[in-house]
């Protein structure tokens, strides 16, 4: 039998027949370029699919922008759908693709509804809210805000579901329970509905976004399945590259670096199969679960887990490998039968792929997995065989230590071959009727309960509700107000933080993530960004707020490049800064979108924008306060130095000095009130 060769380190192409392995792996510097262009392949590759789709964003946002401002933003706003509104939830909803999308709609619909239900039986029991005097009222609201607020902390639902529930209660109309009198004229207390109301508007805002929101996927579409489809391919190609490799390199009689390639190539394949898992997840909203491709896509991911986890010691094992006189005698008689295994496998791996490729699987596919799967057996017993007689045979000699290796390599590719042959059963028996049930249902399971959680649970829920009490309350000179409503003459009082303003809860749950670390360098991430996002969009709509045709097509090309940009970073920037990103174009767009005003800004319109900001700043700072006293445990506390002796023995030198500082800190805050208290101004 002739020899096989394997493509070499960092090629793309499928098994050829050439040089020998020894003899390939000869050229170190070639087997690294090939590696380094495979990478940076990958690299623009991953460039230009986040450009292209953050392009196809901004390109769908700002057509719908233009179309807001031909038919002017504050017509739509009286007819009840704020163009402002209604882009701001298109860029909280949109994911990378269709099923993402389709994903975030679902679950924010859920959300928004739990908010709206509590909200208009709270509103139906008590049409008229708290008037200042019905302290009953009051502490029922204040009840139901703080029990709905822990409730969805507590429970370990999915996050966008949290994300909207809080946004648009405690972080929204929440606020119209516990102040005097409400607002909003289309009030549906005492049970009424009203698509103008406040709670019911949103969520019909909600759903127009959302239809606007499938579309941007829908033309050109742009599928979860199809992306993660195609991950899936790529990772078992890998995989398969990965076992070739190895068996070719297990098969030398010298050790080489090889093994440091294959390993580190090996090891990033866990990464990738994450990936191709969450396209595979968001897909499953795409079809309901009900796709022939999804479906064989699915089994093949469950394959490739169950192989990589399989796999992964056997890397070891042949990295430990001394290729003494035993391993080269053993090969001597197990190389070919071992090849033979191992190419087998990768004939109805290949096979597998081109079945899941299409989403069917031919009566031709079906017989040629057949014939191979009846081959494996055969194959097997020779290479066991083969062991037996490398050992003398059975009972001759005891299997010695310097070929356990050995036998643990035949054994886990004997094992790697069945549980690919085990899964080419299931599709050569596929009839394309297993349908819903056969890719799973993610919807099942939407609450579940984890003990672990209630430590954060508690806290972020007390810091959420500080910040909303904070705003309820608001930061104003209490005696200045007396004191001009006793005597109502020269300039009127103004608060620092307004009173009844739902800004710092809003702000706290577009930040609140669970595994945000309480430091300072994360706050001033925090307040860096967001800040950002609403001066640059505060900025814009000063200079193009006007409602001239001129500023009113400008403001449409700055939505373009604000969204495009903001989307890139979203699809292709850093862990860090992905999350974050997204929200941050919705807020800057949902600013610039505002309704237009030919009447120049006075103190009033720039006192509401300073204490826009100023609401942030508290917000954020209120959050790290909590992240900071009752987070994870500080870096310091959990370092040591090389010998093993804790940080904490240095705590008494440094205790004074913490003391006097905190003691300066509380005199100097104490100061500073009772200096601001003289400015009624403030």
Known sequence: MAKDSYKPLGGQKDIEDGEESSEASGSDDDGALTKLQGHLADARDGFVVSHKTALQVACWVTIWAAVAVYYRRSTLTEKGFSASLILCNVLFQVGSDMGSTVKNIYYGLIGQVIAWFVYWVFMGFFPEGYDGENTGVLYAALAVISLFTFGLIFLKIDETVR??????????????????????????????????????????????????????????????LDRGQKRVVIVLKKLKQNIQELNTYYARDTAGLDIVSIKENFALLTKELEEAEAYGQASWYESLGSSSRLLLTTKLTSLIRDLIETARPLFNIVAEEDFGPSHSAMMKHIKTPMTNVVDSTIRMVEMLIDACEDGSVSKDEKANLKAEIDKMPGLVDALQQKVKAAQGGVGNKKIQEEVLGEHYVVLTICYLAQMVQDQSKFFINYTGREGLMGCGNPLLGLFTYDKGDIRWAATATLCLLVNFFIGYRGWCDDAALEAYEANPTGEAPVCFINKYTAGLANINVILMSRYSGGTLKAALERVAAVVFASVVGQIGFVALGWCADFTRMLTVVVVFFVTWGFMYFTYDGSESSKGIAQRLAAITVSSLMSDCSDESGTAVTYSSSYHSLSEIILGVLVMTLFDTLFGDKPAATQATFPDGVSLAIFLPIFLPSIYLSVCLSLYLSIYLSIYLSNYPSI
């Open 163 to 224: 994300f909207w529930a809080l946004i648009s209660f405690t972080g929204g109309f929440a606020m119209n329970m516990v102040k005097p009198g409400v607002e909003n004229e289309h009030s549906t207390g005492g049970f009424k509905l009203d698509y103008r109301g406040t709670a019911e508007n949103g969520i019909i805002l909600f759903v127009v976004a959302g239809v606007l929101s499938t579309l941007i996927f829908a033309i050109p579409p742009i599928l979860s």
